[in-house]
Protein backbone atom coordinates (compact mmCIF):
# COMPACT_ATOMS: atom_id res chain seq x y z
CA UNK A 1 0.00 0.00 0.00
CA UNK A 2 1.26 3.50 -1.05
CA UNK A 3 1.98 5.26 2.34
CA UNK A 4 1.78 9.40 2.53
CA UNK A 5 3.09 10.44 6.09
CA UNK A 6 3.17 13.83 7.29
CA UNK A 7 4.90 15.48 9.91
CA UNK A 8 2.50 16.67 12.40
CA UNK A 9 -1.13 15.89 12.69
CA UNK A 10 -1.89 19.64 14.95
CA UNK A 11 0.45 22.78 14.65
CA UNK A 12 -0.09 25.43 16.91
CA UNK A 13 2.50 28.55 15.74
CA UNK A 14 2.29 32.25 16.31
CA UNK A 15 2.04 35.11 13.43
CA UNK A 16 5.50 35.74 12.13
CA UNK A 17 7.04 32.51 12.87
CA UNK A 18 8.68 30.49 10.34
CA UNK A 19 6.77 26.55 9.68
CA UNK A 20 8.21 23.70 7.62
CA UNK A 21 5.91 21.12 7.01
CA UNK A 22 7.30 18.01 5.78
CA UNK A 23 5.72 15.18 3.63
CA UNK A 24 7.50 11.42 2.73
CA UNK A 25 5.81 8.93 0.44
CA UNK A 26 7.29 5.25 0.06
CA UNK A 27 6.21 4.56 -3.54
CA UNK A 28 8.62 6.32 -5.71
CA UNK A 29 6.43 8.70 -7.31
CA UNK A 30 7.34 11.36 -9.24
CA UNK A 31 4.66 13.97 -8.43
CA UNK A 32 3.83 15.41 -4.74
CA UNK A 33 1.44 17.89 -4.21
CA UNK A 34 0.50 20.39 -1.08
CA UNK A 35 -3.04 21.33 -0.78
CA UNK A 36 -4.83 23.38 1.84
CA UNK A 37 -8.06 22.77 2.57
CA UNK A 38 -10.77 25.19 3.92
CA UNK A 39 -14.56 24.84 4.54
CA UNK A 40 -16.48 25.68 1.19
CA UNK A 41 -13.27 26.23 -0.64
CA UNK A 42 -12.35 22.68 -1.40
CA UNK A 43 -8.69 22.12 -1.98
CA UNK A 44 -6.99 24.93 -3.44
CA UNK A 45 -3.31 23.58 -4.67
CA UNK A 46 -0.25 25.18 -3.80
CA UNK A 47 2.46 23.88 -5.01
CA UNK A 48 3.48 21.03 -6.85
CA UNK A 49 6.85 19.22 -8.16
CA UNK A 50 6.80 17.03 -11.05
CA UNK A 51 10.40 15.61 -10.15
CA UNK A 52 13.87 16.20 -7.77
CA UNK A 53 14.48 19.96 -7.20
CA UNK A 54 11.79 21.14 -9.47
CA UNK A 55 8.84 22.92 -8.40
CA UNK A 56 5.88 24.55 -9.92
CA UNK A 57 3.38 27.27 -8.19
CA UNK A 58 -0.50 26.33 -8.03
CA UNK A 59 -3.38 28.63 -7.50
CA UNK A 60 -2.48 30.01 -4.54
CA UNK A 61 1.57 29.78 -3.77
CA UNK A 62 1.62 33.80 -2.39
CA UNK A 63 3.55 33.30 1.60
CA UNK A 64 4.37 29.77 0.46
CA UNK A 65 7.68 28.14 -0.62
CA UNK A 66 8.41 24.62 -1.15
CA UNK A 67 11.83 22.25 -1.55
CA UNK A 68 12.51 18.64 -3.08
CA UNK A 69 15.58 18.09 -2.36
CA UNK A 70 15.09 14.03 -2.55
CA UNK A 71 12.63 12.22 -4.66
CA UNK A 72 10.18 11.09 -1.39
CA UNK A 73 10.65 14.36 0.55
CA UNK A 74 8.65 17.58 -0.39
CA UNK A 75 8.81 20.02 2.34
CA UNK A 76 6.05 22.99 2.58
CA UNK A 77 7.54 26.41 3.82
CA UNK A 78 5.52 29.42 5.45
CA UNK A 79 8.47 31.95 5.50
CA UNK A 80 6.39 34.46 8.42
CA UNK A 81 3.12 32.49 9.76
CA UNK A 82 -0.04 35.25 9.42
CA UNK A 83 -3.37 34.20 10.65
CA UNK A 84 -5.04 33.41 7.19
CA UNK A 85 -3.07 30.45 6.81
CA UNK A 86 -4.60 28.71 9.57
CA UNK A 87 -6.02 25.45 7.46
CA UNK A 88 -5.95 21.96 7.06
CA UNK A 89 -2.48 21.11 4.97
CA UNK A 90 -2.70 18.01 2.76
CA UNK A 91 0.07 16.56 0.94
CA UNK A 92 -0.20 13.87 -1.88
CA UNK A 93 1.81 12.16 -4.64
CA UNK A 94 1.14 10.62 -7.44
CA UNK A 95 2.33 8.80 -10.77
CA UNK A 96 1.12 8.63 -14.20
CA UNK A 97 -0.35 5.22 -15.18
CA UNK A 98 -0.97 5.68 -18.94
CA UNK A 99 -3.32 8.92 -18.77
CA UNK A 100 -4.83 7.81 -15.30
CA UNK A 101 -3.29 9.78 -12.29
CA UNK A 102 -4.08 9.00 -8.81
CA UNK A 103 -3.30 10.97 -5.90
CA UNK A 104 -2.80 9.35 -2.46
CA UNK A 105 -2.94 11.58 0.44
CA UNK A 106 -1.47 11.91 3.65
CA UNK A 107 -3.50 12.31 6.89
CA UNK A 108 -3.42 16.10 6.70
CA UNK A 109 -1.54 18.39 9.26
CA UNK A 110 -4.38 21.06 10.61
CA UNK A 111 -2.35 24.42 11.32
CA UNK A 112 -3.51 26.80 13.86
CA UNK A 113 -1.58 30.42 14.02
CA UNK A 114 -2.46 32.56 16.55
CA UNK B 1 -14.39 29.70 -15.73
CA UNK B 2 -12.13 26.68 -14.51
CA UNK B 3 -14.22 25.62 -11.26
CA UNK B 4 -15.65 22.24 -10.26
CA UNK B 5 -18.86 22.95 -8.64
CA UNK B 6 -20.52 20.60 -5.97
CA UNK B 7 -23.33 21.04 -3.28
CA UNK B 8 -21.84 21.70 0.10
CA UNK B 9 -24.26 19.20 1.82
CA UNK B 10 -26.39 16.47 1.36
CA UNK B 11 -28.12 14.50 4.37
CA UNK B 12 -30.08 11.04 3.70
CA UNK B 13 -31.33 8.41 5.68
CA UNK B 14 -29.72 5.43 6.26
CA UNK B 15 -30.50 2.75 4.14
CA UNK B 16 -31.86 5.25 1.01
CA UNK B 17 -29.84 5.87 -2.07
CA UNK B 18 -27.16 9.28 -2.15
CA UNK B 19 -26.75 10.53 -4.95
CA UNK B 20 -23.95 13.59 -4.87
CA UNK B 21 -23.23 15.57 -8.04
CA UNK B 22 -20.75 17.67 -10.21
CA UNK B 23 -20.47 20.03 -12.53
CA UNK B 24 -16.61 20.69 -14.42
CA UNK B 25 -16.14 23.04 -16.64
CA UNK B 26 -13.12 21.51 -19.13
CA UNK B 27 -14.50 19.43 -22.03
CA UNK B 28 -10.94 18.08 -22.04
CA UNK B 29 -10.83 16.50 -19.21
CA UNK B 30 -9.98 12.86 -19.60
CA UNK B 31 -10.64 11.11 -16.45
CA UNK B 32 -12.94 12.25 -13.62
CA UNK B 33 -12.59 11.13 -9.82
CA UNK B 34 -14.73 10.59 -6.86
CA UNK B 35 -12.33 10.58 -3.55
CA UNK B 36 -14.36 10.34 -0.02
CA UNK B 37 -12.48 11.87 2.97
CA UNK B 38 -13.62 10.82 6.16
CA UNK B 39 -13.05 13.07 9.44
CA UNK B 40 -9.49 13.71 10.31
CA UNK B 41 -8.19 11.71 7.32
CA UNK B 42 -6.77 12.36 3.70
CA UNK B 43 -8.84 11.76 0.65
CA UNK B 44 -8.83 8.26 -0.52
CA UNK B 45 -9.58 7.37 -3.98
CA UNK B 46 -13.53 5.36 -4.88
CA UNK B 47 -13.46 5.29 -8.60
CA UNK B 48 -12.96 7.08 -11.12
CA UNK B 49 -14.44 7.02 -15.04
CA UNK B 50 -12.90 7.25 -18.67
CA UNK B 51 -14.52 11.01 -20.38
CA UNK B 52 -15.94 8.38 -23.08
CA UNK B 53 -17.81 5.98 -21.05
CA UNK B 54 -21.78 6.75 -19.66
CA UNK B 55 -21.42 5.00 -16.73
CA UNK B 56 -19.33 2.72 -14.17
CA UNK B 57 -20.85 0.72 -11.42
CA UNK B 58 -18.49 -0.52 -8.67
CA UNK B 59 -20.81 -2.26 -5.98
CA UNK B 60 -22.68 -0.04 -3.95
CA UNK B 61 -21.84 2.94 -6.56
CA UNK B 62 -22.71 3.86 -9.19
CA UNK B 63 -20.87 7.19 -11.74
CA UNK B 64 -22.87 8.35 -14.25
CA UNK B 65 -21.63 11.02 -16.56
CA UNK B 66 -23.06 13.43 -18.92
CA UNK B 67 -20.33 14.50 -21.17
CA UNK B 68 -22.70 17.30 -23.07
CA UNK B 69 -23.65 18.98 -19.94
CA UNK B 70 -20.66 18.28 -18.02
CA UNK B 71 -22.14 16.43 -15.30
CA UNK B 72 -20.90 14.24 -13.24
CA UNK B 73 -22.41 12.10 -9.98
CA UNK B 74 -22.13 9.35 -7.87
CA UNK B 75 -25.12 7.52 -6.57
CA UNK B 76 -24.42 5.26 -2.91
CA UNK B 77 -26.39 2.53 -2.76
CA UNK B 78 -28.25 1.43 0.84
CA UNK B 79 -25.97 4.46 2.53
CA UNK B 80 -24.93 3.24 5.60
CA UNK B 81 -23.75 5.69 8.65
CA UNK B 82 -19.90 4.89 7.53
CA UNK B 83 -20.48 6.38 4.50
CA UNK B 84 -20.92 9.90 6.01
CA UNK B 85 -18.44 11.84 4.62
CA UNK B 86 -16.58 14.78 2.57
CA UNK B 87 -17.18 13.28 -1.23
CA UNK B 88 -14.94 14.87 -3.87
CA UNK B 89 -15.38 15.23 -7.55
CA UNK B 90 -11.79 15.98 -9.53
CA UNK B 91 -10.82 16.23 -13.09
CA UNK B 92 -7.78 15.39 -15.24
CA UNK B 93 -7.19 17.81 -17.43
CA UNK B 94 -5.22 17.41 -20.93
CA UNK B 95 -4.85 21.01 -21.52
CA UNK B 96 -3.89 24.05 -19.15
CA UNK B 97 -1.18 24.10 -16.12
CA UNK B 98 -2.88 22.12 -14.11
CA UNK B 99 -3.38 18.15 -14.18
CA UNK B 100 -5.91 17.62 -11.38
CA UNK B 101 -8.51 19.97 -10.51
CA UNK B 102 -10.96 19.18 -7.15
CA UNK B 103 -14.52 20.24 -6.50
CA UNK B 104 -15.14 22.24 -3.43
CA UNK B 105 -16.53 18.78 -1.76
CA UNK B 106 -20.13 17.67 -0.54
CA UNK B 107 -20.66 16.74 2.90
CA UNK B 108 -22.89 13.69 3.01
CA UNK B 109 -24.94 13.19 6.44
CA UNK B 110 -25.80 10.07 7.14
CA UNK B 111 -29.25 9.84 9.65
CA UNK B 112 -29.50 6.50 11.30
Known amino acids: ?114 | GEDVEQSLFLSVREGDSSVINCTYTDSSSTYLYWYKQEPGAGLQLLTYIFSNMDMKQDQRLTVLLNKKDKHLSLRIADTQTGDSAIYFCAESRTSGTYKYIFGTGTRLKVLA
Open chain 1, 1 to 114: DVKVTQSSRYLVKRTGEKVFLECVQDMDHENMFWYRQDPGLGLRLIYFSYDVKMKEKGDIPEGYSVSREKKERFSLILESASTNQTSMYLCASSFLAGQTETQYFGPGTRLLVL
